[in-house]
């Protein structure tokens, strides 16, 4: 079966830090990769698509890359309302979704 | 303003049905596809289903043959009609509003709008 691994799971950081979350696939799937930012009681916002595309509103701060298997997601200077959980999903084989185990982000 | 409004969990004992709604507002209801995502209380994401704007409907396995998608133009909802439930089924419910968006020669479909989610708990 199709997995997506975020690494960490948990991360320990502070404000002004960069950051680097990974999402590896355990197949081949393009730049056809998703992330979101979940902070607590409320719903997943888009972040970015096909891998590197930032959404509409996102700040600069925040961007993707990679391709084929192994993709990361870097914020570059933390910020307070930063600190939330990530999570990866794989955007081709629609609609069959898949995400990645998420990723916690906490202040140190 | 799009918006998406769940309704509907609630308690619900093993075995029994319930049907969840998704109220969708500030866009044109006939032009989206729109998924059913749940999420147990501190865990990860887990795709549940979705009904396209044809009205093609698909499932993850674990909801195969007791969740049915539906949509309905007059009312611009959206519902998850689920049966049989376990309390593996208990979860945050969301439904959420996919985006085509295409840069190059590519298309992607992400998750643009969510919902605030409707809590199902199943339980005796």
């Known amino acids: 079966d199709f997995q997506l691994t975020q690494s960490p799971s948990f991360l320990s950081a502070s404000v002004g830090d960069r950051v680097t979350i990974t999402c590896r696939a355990s197949?081949?799937?393009?730049?056809?990769l998703a992330w979101y930012q979940q902070k607590p009681g409320k719903a997943p916002e888009l972040l970015i698509y096909?891998?590197?595309t930032l959404q509409s509103g996102v700040p600069s701060r925040f961007s993707g890359s990679g391709s084929g298997t192994e993709f990361t997601l870097t914020i570059s200077s933390l910020q307070p309302e930063d600190f939330a959980t990530y999570y990866c999903?794989?955007?081709?084989?629609?609609?069959?979704?898949?995400f990645g185990q998420g990723t916690r982000l906490e202040i140190k | 303003e799009v918006q998406l409004v769940e309704s509907g969990g609630g308690l619900v004992r093993p075995g029994g049905s319930l049907r969840l709604s998704c109220a969708a507002s500030?866009?044109?209801?006939?032009?989206?596809?729109i998924h059913w995502v749940r999420q147990v209380t501190g865990r990860g994401l887990e795709w549940v289903s979705s009904?396209?704007?044809?009205?093609?409907?698909n499932y993850a396995d674990s909801v195969r043959g007791r969740f049915t998608i539906s949509r309905e133009s007059g009312k611009n909802s959206f519902y998850l009609q689920m049966s049989s439930l376990t309390d593996e089924d208990t979860a945050v419910y969301y439904c959420?509003?996919?985006?085509?968006?295409?840069?190059?020669?590519?298309?992607?479909?992400?998750?643009?709008?969510w919902g605030q989610g409707t809590l199902v708990t199943v339980s005796s």
């Open positions: 009904i396209g704007s044809a009205g093609d409907t």
């Open positions: 959420a509003r996919v985006r085509l968006l295409c840069t190059g020669d590519a298309c992607y479909r992400p998750f643009d709008y």
């Open positions: 999903q794989r955007l081709n084989y629609y609609p069959r979704n898949i």
């Open positions: 500030g866009f044109i209801f006939s032009d989206y596809d």
């Open positions: 096909a891998a590197s």
């Open positions: 197949r081949v799937i393009s730049n056809y």
